[in-house]
């Protein structure tokens, strides 16, 4: 497949709008709605927070979703070989396809933490089910938190177990089972959240966590939040890194590009909305701490969990739903590494895969040693904003807050200001209203807005 015509030949068009949105939302519904964007939004003192998250994600993320998907149809390839056509067509630099190289890094640093967060989960589904949370205090429930993150050999375990149920899957290449059994178990995902939301509405502290995710108080916003919230809404619809576009490649010409991101989004955008409401209920009644960081859906979930009848069950469901969720979207973050070794390297799939996951699978034992003997390393204290972050911090603020922004502005120039403008008419078949409403969002919003964020936080 190192060549465009067998590539060609083994692509198969997604068979409707559904699979195209099953596979995206595969991707896009992970941790970062259920464990990045409740302790983000808990760190960045809520609502003035989550509003600028909502407005990122509809001015920014949505039009460069848009993009993406728009010039992956186009394409008809992947990621670096649909920027290099587009470039013939279109007269422009070939360079472009750095999109795609941006997307490759992007995809194996995230992949590397992410992979570690995803081994929580996993270590949480026996946690649940052993029945040790029943009745437990919020002291009991963040010691067993604790526990798990001072065991370096243990984290190491379930990395290595979840790195390899991604491995598996990239290897074999058949992605259909799994595809549509996002259709299933996100929806189960999504009931499971309104359980514990159930559950939280009982807490008493309902409305004050409502309050706290969307009564905007300025005064907690800062720079930096600013750019932690639009790092988080590319984290969240995985953009910024090609996916979109490489899974764009495979959608039929009829469909709506605009409806189908739009509608990945808004789910996205309430599954987290979703898991906030479920879990600062919690935080409060047990005055636990809104900015306690990574662990907060593992010291506050528990306790719904071992409070609510039928806890256990519904916890474990819950944890192995959520792994499920994790799984899908490491599938799209070492997909584009491992199409990219096979086209640019001529490596075969298995090899690509065994080498990047190995690679990626390294690299996870940083993280894991930040969170315990590492845990006073921060390599790059010396810069003001990076003081006190350890090597995990600062590969998720580097990737999410640096990288994505920075592929998805490459991506908004490329469709604002480079690409042939009635080739993308036809594409994204709009409304002349409707598209310059877009046009003029990535050729000018995003940039812009993009920009002054990096520009604010670099001063
Ligand atoms: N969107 C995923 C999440 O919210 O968990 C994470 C992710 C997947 C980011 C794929 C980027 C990506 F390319
Ligand atoms: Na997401």
Redesign the pocket.
Known sequence: SGTLEGANAQRGLWSSRLAFILAATG???????????PYVTGENGGGAFVLVYLLCIAIIGIPIMMAEVMIGRRGGHSPVNSIRLIARQDGLNPAWKLVGAV?VL??FL?LSF?SVIGGWAISYVGTTASGQLTGQTADAVGEIFSGLLSNPGTLLLWHTLFMAMVMLVVARGVRSGLERAVSILMPALFVLLLVVVGYSMTTGHFGQAAAFLFQPDFSKLTTSGVLVALGHA???????????MAYGSYLPKKISIAKTSITVSVI?TGV?LLAGLAIFPIVFANGLEPGAGPGLIFQTLPLAFGQMPMGSLFGTLFFVLLIF??WT??I??LE?IVEWLEEQKGLNRSISTLGAGIVCWALGIASILSLNLWADVAPLSFIPKLEGKTIFDLLDFFT?NIL?PLGGLLVAVMAGWIMSRPAMEKELALSPGLFNLWFVTVRFITPVAVGIVFIYNLI
């Open positions: 991707s896009a519904v992970g941790l970062g709605n259920i464990w990045k964007f997307g992007a995809g995230i992410y590319f984290f969240t619809l995985s953009l910024g890194m090609a996916v979109m996205d987290a969720a994790a979207s490491g799209s973050l584009p999410a994505l």
